[in-house]
């Protein structure tokens, strides 16, 4: 059973910077995907940012140039460093890890852009 533990997030002023990081244990594929999904109130989950064990990232458009995610194969861990928040980017954020066609969820970190 895969379990993922998240850690990050908080309150910034836009404008800064918010590390997140996620590291996924009880797994022993060699491939998968890890990466960030995000969920505003009122909306309905969208893909952030994520990565795969061969480092081949995907950026939404709204983050590219601002966000950046990066892996460590042998920890199964993924960091992504936030820079430049907008109030937009205020949502609840959920590690995400893909492997042999199933996904598996975090348990979700609030991330609010206010001044």
């Known amino acids: 059973q895969v379990q993922l533990v998240e850690s990050g997030g908080g309150l910034v002023q836009p404008g800064g910077s918010l590390r997140l990081s996620c590291a996924a244990s009880?797994?022993?594929?060699?491939?998968?995907?890890m990466g960030w999904y995000r969920q505003a109130p009122g909306k309905q989950r969208e893909l952030v940012a994520t990565?795969?064990?061969?480092?081949?990232?995907d950026y939404s458009d709204s983050v590219k140039g601002r966000f950046t995610i990066s892996g460590d194969n042998a920890k199964n861990t993924v960091t992504r460093q936030m820079n430049s928040l907008k109030p937009e980017d205020t949502a609840v954020y959920f590690c995400?890890?893909?492997?042999?066609?199933?996904?598996?969820w975090g348990q979700g970190t609030q991330v609010t852009v206010s001044s």
């Open positions: 990565i795969t064990s061969r480092y081949i990232t």
């Open positions: 995400n890890y893909y492997v042999a066609g199933r996904n598996y």
């Open positions: 009880g797994s022993t594929f060699s491939f998968y995907r």
